[in-house]
């Protein structure tokens, strides 16, 4: 990813990144598929809408961004289609919540 910077004031970007919980981040938009898959496993989905500073910084339209508790980016994957996010998980051996009926 590129060093640039983006204006985030006023963004609600910041207000995300305090939350000490596992999230994903889209920048454009995010599938269906996908927003039942948050919603599914209890993950918070912040989508925000695509500007060009996001390209500037090296971000992806449309793509996944799964950010750890500390807000590490765990993955960063241009597909936007869930099942990346099981495969990390399975993996990583790291247990989610039980998707909701």
């Given at each position: 990813?590129?060093?640039a910077?983006?204006d985030c004031?006023?963004?609600?970007l910041v207000?995300?990144?305090s939350a000490?919980?596992w999230?994903?981040?889209?920048?454009g938009?995010?599938?269906?598929e996908?927003?039942?898959w948050?919603?599914g496993h209890r993950?918070?989905?912040?989508?925000?809408?695509w500007?060009?500073?996001h390209?500037?910084a090296?971000?992806?339209?449309?793509?996944?961004?799964?950010l750890?508790?500390?807000t590490?980016?765990?993955?960063?994957d241009?597909?936007?289609?869930?099942?990346?996010?099981?495969?990390?998980?399975v993996?990583?051996?790291?247990?989610?919540?039980?998707p909701?009926?």
């Amino acid at each position: 990813m590129s060093t640039a910077e983006i204006d985030c004031r006023g963004c609600p970007l910041v207000a995300t990144l305090s939350a000490m919980t596992w999230q994903i981040h889209v920048y454009g938009t995010a599938s269906a598929e996908l927003t039942n898959w948050c919603a599914g496993h209890r993950l918070p989905l912040n989508v925000f809408a695509w500007r060009s500073e996001h390209e500037t910084a090296g971000l992806a339209r449309d793509a996944i961004y799964l950010l750890r508790p500390d807000t590490y980016v765990a993955i960063a994957d241009t597909s936007g289609a869930p099942n990346v996010l099981d495969r990390y998980f399975v993996e990583q051996e790291i247990q989610l919540l039980a998707p909701s009926q």
